[in-house]
C-alpha cells in the first residue's frame, strides 16, 4: 500500500520530477505573512496575490473554509491555498483555529485536481503549525484522500 514520504527539507522547493503541487493551509481572514507562507512568498509573489484577490472577491467566488485555489508559479509547479483553518490564533483565542472538516474537504479537491495534472503534492505538515493542528488527525485525511488515489505525497520537516 503507498505511503507518504517523509523528508527533511524546504517544502518550497519540491524534490521530484514531473509536475508538483506545493499544498499548505490558509486562514478564512484573508491573512498572509506568517509562517509556511513567508517561504512560499519570498520564492513566488503569485500565490499571495491570488490568495488576497480572492480573498478580497469572496462575495463572488467560492473563498471559504474547505475551498482550494490552485496558482501555477513555474511551468511544473503549481501552489495550492487551502482554506482549512477559521481565523487566527491570537493572546485573547481560546482554542485552535485549524478546522479538520475543511482540511478534509480542501484535500479531497486537491486529490482531483493532482490527478488531472498528473501531479506529485509536496507539503509541511499542513495545519499543524500556526492553525494549531495535530499531525495525528490530518495525516489519516492526507492518506485517504492522496495517497490512497494514487497521489505521491511528499512531507517536509523543515531542518
Not at 508538483?20 to 507562507?37: E, S
Not at 496575490?49 to 513555474?74: K, S
Not at 503549525?129 to 520537516?157: K, S
Request: hydrophobic share 40%.
Amino acid at each position: 500500500m503507498p505511503t507518504i514520504t517523509y523528508v527533511r527539507g524546504d517544502a518550497t522547493a519540491p524534490q521530484a520530477k514531473g509536475v508538483k503541487v506545493i499544498a499548505h493551509v490558509c486562514n478564512d481572514l484573508g491573512g498572509w505573512g506568517k509562517g509556511f507562507v513567508v517561504g512560499i512568498s519570498k520564492r513566488w509573489p503569485e500565490p499571495e496575490a491570488a490568495y488576497r484577490r480572492w480573498h478580497r472577491e469572496r462575495a463572488r467566488n467560492d473563498f471559504g473554509l474547505g475551498a482550494v485555489q490552485l496558482v501555477r508559479v513555474e511551468p511544473y509547479i503549481w501552489v495550492a491555498n487551502l482554506v482549512g483553518q477559521r481565523g487566527i490564533r491570537t493572546a485573547r483565542s481560546t482554542g485552535v483555529p485549524v478546522r479538520y472538516e475543511a482540511i478534509d474537504t480542501a484535500l479531497t479537491t486537491l486529490g482531483e485536481r493532482a490527478l488531472e495534472l498528473g501531479a506529485s503534492v509536496h507539503m509541511p505538515r499542513i495545519g499543524c503549525g500556526l492553525a494549531g493542528g495535530r499531525w495525528e488527525r490530518i495525516e489519516p485525511l492526507v492518506v485517504a484522500r492522496l495517497v490512497e488515489r494514487g497521489v505521491p505525497v511528499t512531507v517536509y520537516d523543515h531542518n
